[in-house]
């Protein structure tokens, strides 16, 4: 039997009778449930739903027409359809009973298959379809909510949007009109410092949103090569430096002597990196500590990067790769950004058939993110005989 099966309930007081029901009513499709007394059936109808009961009119104790009585005065039992089956002659005042008692027809014996099978199917099609209707609305609940919560996912977006624009475009256009004032003078450098900062964020942001957009339209093609690991974990780190020295954070970098050698998208890879990085830095508070090691373990090629920041609640751990999720904070560290950079990377480094993973992380006690990428050798390379420690799973202590 299958559990998605139309079940049907036949109750007679001889066996014989609810033998030959089945046999005849039986196919693909149907869970026959019998019952030899009114008592046995109620049982089984505080368990199961029923697309049609079969009832015989006259039983020893409970009879037909008083089990149609309490089945309708029963929230599960209610709109089960009742087809009474009785060998008395075709009574007015019995059916009369037998209708007000819930009954939907009458069958009399001896039963003619043929009629039966016919009555019987038109209330199994009935129950299906109603099955169908069911999981229809119910699919068509989680597709409107699915929407509601894209449609909200959105206008949260244009908001941070809006936000995170509106800063940088300020201070150029404060920059522009400070420049009209200060033009040739030192202070002119210091501005256009300042703007070059706004230019570049501003920037940043669009370049983070166009890649998203590729990535979906699948319009991103990856230029592989053959890269040295502990090169591009180095030039991410000559990208992310000045962001590490404003916030003062001591740095420790393990990576092995011996050259791990991949086949990437170097600059997709950096951009993978740099943006750890970045993270590491802007979610730990100032004088922090910020550990990279690159090394290579099980076939794949291995960069983590943990920090001793403000980590994050076990909570939100499933949603920190979803696009514009952004973690809840509390104290001095501001949120920023569009939430899209982690789920950015995901998306590149699963391009280059690796993975990212949130190794460990809890409030207070920062948090490890691993990159992982498969490594495939060349004819002229092999695996590295010497690999570099990991950061393990306790990582750093603030």
């Not at 941070?160 to 200060?182: K, W, Y």
């Amino acid at each position: 039997m299958n559990s998605g099966d139309t079940k049907f309930l036949l109750v007679d007081d001889r066996t014989e009778n609810l033998v030959a029901l089945e046999a005849l009513l039986r196919r693909e499709g149907l869970e026959c449930h019998s019952a030899s007394d009114g008592e046995t059936a109620l049982e089984l109808m505080l368990e199961n739903e029923y697309a049609l009961a079969l009832l015989d009119v006259h039983m020893p104790g409970m009879t037909g027409f008083e089990l149609a009585e309490i089945m309708r005065g029963n929230e599960r039992s209610r709109q089960t359809p009742i087809i009474f089956v009785t060998a008395d002659s075709n009574d007015a005042d019995r059916r009369f009973r037998g209708y007000e008692a819930g009954a939907v027809d009458f069958i009399q014996k001896p039963i003619e298959p043929a009629i039966l099978k016919s009555k019987a199917n038109v209330f199994f099609e009935l129950s299906e379809q109603r099955l169908e209707i069911a999981a229809q609305r119910d699919e068509l609940a989680a597709l409107t909510k699915s929407l509601k919560d894209a449609d909200n996912q959105k206008n949260q977006f244009l908001a941070v949007l809006a936000h995170e624009l509106r800063n940088p475009i300020m201070a150029l256009i404060s920059g522009l009109r400070l420049l009209e004032r200060h033009e040739g003078t030192d202070m002119a450098i210091k501005i256009r410092t300042a703007m070059n900062r706004s230019l570049s964020y501003i920037t940043r942001l669009v370049e983070d949103l166009l890649d998203i957009a590729r990535i979906e339209q699948g319009k991103i093609s990856l230029q592989k090569e053959e890269v040295i690991l502990q090169d591009v974990v180095r030039f991410a780190l000559e990208m992310a430096q000045p962001a590490l020295d404003t916030a003062e954070h001591h740095l420790t970098l393990n990576m092995p002597e011996d050259e791990i050698k991949i086949f990437a998208d170097q600059a997709r890879l950096a951009q993978i990196i740099v943006n750890l990085i970045v993270n590491a830095i802007k979610y730990t508070p100032n004088g922090g500590q910020i550990k990279i090691a690159a090394f290579f373990e099980d076939n794949n090629a291995v960069v983590q990067v943990c920090d001793s920041g403000i980590g994050i609640d076990v909570a939100q751990h499933e949603n920190v790769f979803e696009i514009f999720s952004q973690v809840a904070l509390s104290g001095p560290i501001k949120q920023d950004g569009l939430g899209i950079g982690l789920a950015l990377i995901r998306h590149l480094a699963e391009l280059h058939g690796g993975k990212i993973i949130l190794v460990r992380s809890a409030p207070g006690e920062g948090s490890i993110f691993e990159v992982r990428l498969p490594f495939h050798c060349s004819a002229s390379s092999a695996p590295p005989s010497i690999t570099a420690e990991g950061i393990g799973e306790r990582g750093l202590q603030a």
